[in-house]
């Protein structure tokens, strides 16, 4: 460190001081040693300047019922003619996916988002501090009077992290089920036309259209509270088909139903054995649908789970017996010990 810090070499890089020690006819280390050196003092960083990005939390919100979290986008039409658009501006419940507002407009404003959201709050009949509104970062989502109209009615607003569109999951969703259906015009004429179309398109949308994400419903009825109904005609349907032709089946069929919470951005378990967080159902079996505990998890988690330690004679034999042989089983009884599949290890150089 002190030929490293010396005023002859300070202002030079490792390498440069490196050669010249070398012409010099002293070496010390090699050039990788003076750098863990610097590192392990705090000595060596980037010197040209870094532009340093924010840490910016990542967005979890939860929704158990509709209207607690809605989230909202905006989306380019094409005009009649070339760089022309319109702008549509959708807002929807993620529990039910349910279009609780849309506008098209033909610019991108602050206020325009401000009316559809305050609209749309009266019609549905929020109540301050029981909703949350969430949104990437344009700039419409983070404009002044759209802050203070949240202040102004008890919203709690959320934003995406920049240029994660993965936090804005179902404004994305929606706006491909949109643009994909097959009789989706290529350009609109007119901004008149436009709106016929997306008028149209929710109303299908919310009333026609089975969603897979909540088991093959439409979002008016989960919204609106009908799920145990269509439910019941499903299954009155399922049973009858099930005593007419049981061979059919494996086992007695129900109807599927829509999943007790949705998320934008599931948190994850803090560790394999922990089941959940406090007040959140397990993210891995009710969100994700992953198992619980899959068969490996059973056996890591449990603490009656042991194995037989191969030893030095074990080593000796083994490479006197066929490859069939090298895999004893544990208590499990298929499972195999791979340790014992490998030849003992020589640490001799």
Known sequence: MAALNCDEHADLPVRQVFACLLDQGVYLCAIRTMYRLLARNAAVRERRDQLRHP?????ELRATAPNQVW?????????????????????????????????VASCESAEL???????????QGITPGQIVVHADRG??????????LY???????SHSRPHVSNDNPYSEALFKTGKY???????????????????????????QHYHTGIALLTPAVVHHGRVDDVLAVRNDALARAYADHPERFARAPRAKRPPPAVWINPPHPIEIGNHGLPGHPDPRSSILGHPAN???RQIALNPDFTTATPTEHSHASARSRPLGALAPT??????????NLLPPVSHSR
């Not at 015009?185 to 016929?196: C, K, L, M, N, Y």
């Open 330 to 339: 544990t208590s499990c009884g298929s499972l195999p010990l791979l340790t």
């Open 139 to 148: 700039a419409s989502m983070t404009s002044k009077p759209l802050a203070l």
């Open 55 to 59: 840490t910016y939390k990542r967005p």
């Open 294 to 296: 899959p068969p490996l």
């Open 113 to 123: 988002a401000k009316r559809l959201i305050g609209e749309a709050y009266e019609r």
């Open 71 to 103: 989230s909202w986008d905006i989306t380019k039409l094409l005009g009649p003619e070339k760089w022309t658009y319109y702008h549509l501006y959708v807002l929807l419940d993620i529990f039910s996916r349910y279009v609780v507002g849309w506008m």
């Open 151 to 157: 202040a102004d009615l008890g919203i709690n607003q």
């Open 181 to 207: 259906r097959p009789d989706f015009p290529d350009r609109f004429g007119s901004i008149e036309h436009a709106r016929t179309y997306c008028g149209s398109l929710f109303d299908w949308y919310n009333h």
